[in-house]
């Protein structure tokens, strides 16, 4: 497969102390890569160094051989990368229908009116199987079924790449499996996935190739079963 994203050498500081350090990684097109460690690794900082929403100190980021490192979020957004935040991402005070129709008019590179917007959003709900509540507001929402909104205004942004920041907290094991499913069929659209989480079951059942980050340095990058399998890693993780 294709690299579509090469991350290279980025570090990043905060009052002087080293909290991403020195990381290189590339994502295939079409590939779910796993990103995890304990709650100080770095890999929801990095995560918003890759969405723009914090800027690197050292280091470059490349989309298809395309330095982005100057982009603004929104400019990333528009040439395909689209960051879901663990506790944000949808309009309370609006339909779910509104929410998807929100992400196509403001986040499409194409020129969609409100009509042809409502129609592509209700399409995407129905992928991720939200259909019979697009008019319900956000409030009636479980919090199984608002993490799959988050997906469907994701999707209908047209990204090639999605970053998945905590997106199985809170989740039983069956919604787990559920919306492991629902990303499965994302990334069969040639989607590439960062999946950041702490979750070993869905790091099992999703995940391609996983990183693992301690201190805020890349300490592994193979495959999960084998991760999973070592002890002095694992210790690391916890």
Do not use: W
């Not at 999703?206 to 999960?224: E, H, S, T």
Request: glycine share 6%.
């Amino acid at each position: 497969m294709t690299s579509i994203l090469k991350v290279f050498n980025i570090t990043k500081y905060c009052n002087n102390f080293l909290i991403i350090n020195n990381i290189n990684f590339s994502l295939k097109k079409g590939e779910i890569l796993g990103v995890t460690g304990n709650n100080e690794s770095g890999k929801t900082i990095l995560t918003r160094i890759i969405s723009g929403f914090l800027r690197q100190d050292k280091g470059n980021i490349f989309l298809q051989k395309k330095l982005i490192n100057s982009f603004l979020p929104f400019k990333r957004v528009r040439i395909g990368i689209i960051h879901i935040f663990q506790n944000t991402n949808l309009f309370t005070n609006l339909s779910v229908l509104d929410n998807v129709t929100i992400s196509i008019l403001f986040g499409s590179n194409h020129n969609m009116n409100l009509i042809y917007s409502r129609e592509k959003a209700f399409e995407y709900l129905k992928f991720v199987g939200l259909q019979k509540f697009s008019n319900s507001s956000i409030n009636k929402l479980t919090q199984f079924n608002k993490k799959k909104l988050k997906l469907a205004k994701a999707f209908g942004v047209e990204p090639k790449i999605i970053l998945l920041d905590e997106i199985m907290s809170g989740l039983n094991k069956i919604e787990i499996l559920k919306l492991a499913k629902i990303i499965e069929k994302i990334r069969n659209l040639d989607i590439s996935i960062l999946f950041v989480d702490k979750n070993f079951n869905a790091i099992k059942i999703l995940v391609d190739r996983l990183l693992v980050l301690y201190r805020g340095k890349k300490i592994a990058d193979d495959f999960p079963k084998t991760i999973l399998s070592d002890k002095i890693l694992l210790n690391k993780m916890i």
